[in-house]
């Protein structure tokens, strides 16, 4: 645990205790890109829903047994501060919540039959990436998990224009979130076509080379000037060669769609 040397670059916070530790030793709390403070906006599930309870983009949510008889059952039951679906169940109708003790959970929402799953990568409302989360089993895309277990998604690199509609979705939620730099908005596409934000994330899984973009961002913001050309060309090539190693990894998994 040796201290940590203070400069005057800007550094990605990727681990609270790690940045918290940076400050402690010196390091400026405002060149530090995504605080501690604003991705605990984002890591409860609980208190995200309730910025964004009003939105015209989120699912149906109650935070109480009283407040679930206001919602259209299939309800899905989420514990706070877990990842990857760990802790998710599924009540299918109203007698399934007899004799469960409900305080596990923190947030009930109602069931979206989904068509797609897209994961957008941003900065700042900047769209960097799309990604389509493909369910890689039937547990994970019924939901029908045992509630221990993580979901388990393939991805799919898609180099599509975002569309008009899921640009109003990050434009509302990155408004929301303005003090965050670099995050994930986990959008499903319902049956009927309409955008529902399930979740957003402070340290998305970094795949398909989108720390480049990332990175280019960060030299923009920080310099207030485009990156060089000889070096935005390294950072291409960077990205293409880290897109062909995630395909490579694991070609069941990763896909360019």
């Known amino acids: 645990d040796k201290n940590v040397k203070p400069s005057e670059m800007p550094v990605f916070n990727y ?8 400050i402690e030793d010196g390091y400026k709390p405002e060149l530090i890109c995504n605080s501690i403070d604003a991705k605990q906006r984002v890591s409860s599930k609980k208190e995200w829903h309730k910025l964004h309870e009003n939105s015209d983009f ?7 047994k009283d407040g679930i008889q206001d919602l259209n059952f299939p309800v899905i039951a989420k514990p706070d501060n877990k990842y990857a679906g760990q802790g998710i169940v599924v009540f299918k109708k109203p007698e399934d919540i007899t004799d469960v003790n409900l305080e596990e959970f923190s947030v009930f929402s109602e069931k979206i039959d989904i068509k797609d799953e897209i994961r957008i ?3 700042k409302g900047r769209v960097l990436m799309q990604v389509y989360r493909v369910p890689a089993n039937d547990a994970t895309k019924t939901l ?3 509630p221990d277990d993580k979901l388990k998604f393939n991805y799919e690199l898609s180099n599509d224009k975002i569309t008009t509609e899921l640009s ?7 408004r929301v979130h303005e003090d965050l730099s670099f995050y994930s908005i986990d959008v499903a596409v319902a049956e009927d076509g309409k955008p529902y934000v399930i979740e957003m994330s ?3 899984g970094p795949i398909f080379g989108v ?3 990332v990175y ?3 030299y923009a913001d920080y310099f207030k000037e485009s990156i060089a050309y000889e070096a935005n060309k390294m950072i291409d090539t960077y990205i293409k060669e880290d897109i062909d190693a995630t395909v490579n990894s694991d070609r069941e998994r990763f896909k360019i769609r």
Do not use: I, L, Y
Not at 15 to 22: D, Q
């Open 211 to 213: 720390m480049g973009h």
């Open 58 to 64: 989120t699912p149906n949510v109650a935070f109480d």
């Open 15 to 22: 681990s609270n205790w790690k940045v918290e530790k940076m």
């Open 202 to 204: 402070s340290e998305p």
């Open 121 to 123: 990568f941003c900065w």
């Open 144 to 146: 029908s998990k045992n």
């Open 168 to 174: 109003e979705v990050v434009q509302e939620f990155s």
């Open 216 to 218: 280019r961002e960060m």
